[in-house]
Nanobody, 117 residues
Framework: QVQLVESGGGLVQAGGSLRLSCGFP????????MRWLRQVPGKERELVAH???????NYADSVKGRFTISRDSAESTVYLQMNSLRPEDTAVYYC???????????WGQGIQVTVSS
């Protein structure tokens, strides 16, 4: 597995935007599946956004129309653009990537996003 590193989190007011980034050491190709999850203390981790190499995307109902998952053309970074943030979006966000040559997902350690009302 590859250790992923999330960045771009922090404190933002309701209605604001943040872009989370997910990077990794080295050069890898052929991202097969990429995901962003989030977790609030005392609750299970939930899938926020999911995209596959085939072009399909899937979002949690609570973030549809506000969040967008993407990657750069070099496949060196995966992003989660978060707009119109709400206090209920406050959570620790985790990125996950699976490359075609690997059987397992790699995950980051998570980054805090706090949305104030």
């Amino acid at each position: 597995q590859v250790q992923l590193v999330e960045s771009g989190g922090g404190l933002v007011q309701a209605g604001g935007s943040l872009r989370l980034s997910c990077g990794f050491p080295g050069t890898f190709f052929n991202i097969d599946d990429m995901r962003w999850l989030r977790q609030v203390p005392g609750k299970e981790r939930e899938l926020v956004a999911h995209a596959t190499s085939g072009g399909s995307t899937n979002y949690a109902d609570s973030v549809k129309g506000r969040f967008t998952i993407s990657r750069d053309s070099a496949e060196s970074t995966v992003y989660l653009q978060m707009n119109s943030l709400r206090p209920e979006d406050t959570a620790v966000y985790y990125c996950g990537i699976k490359w075609a040559d690997y059987d397992l997902f790699s995950w980051g350690q998570g980054i805090q996003v706090t949305v104030s009302s």
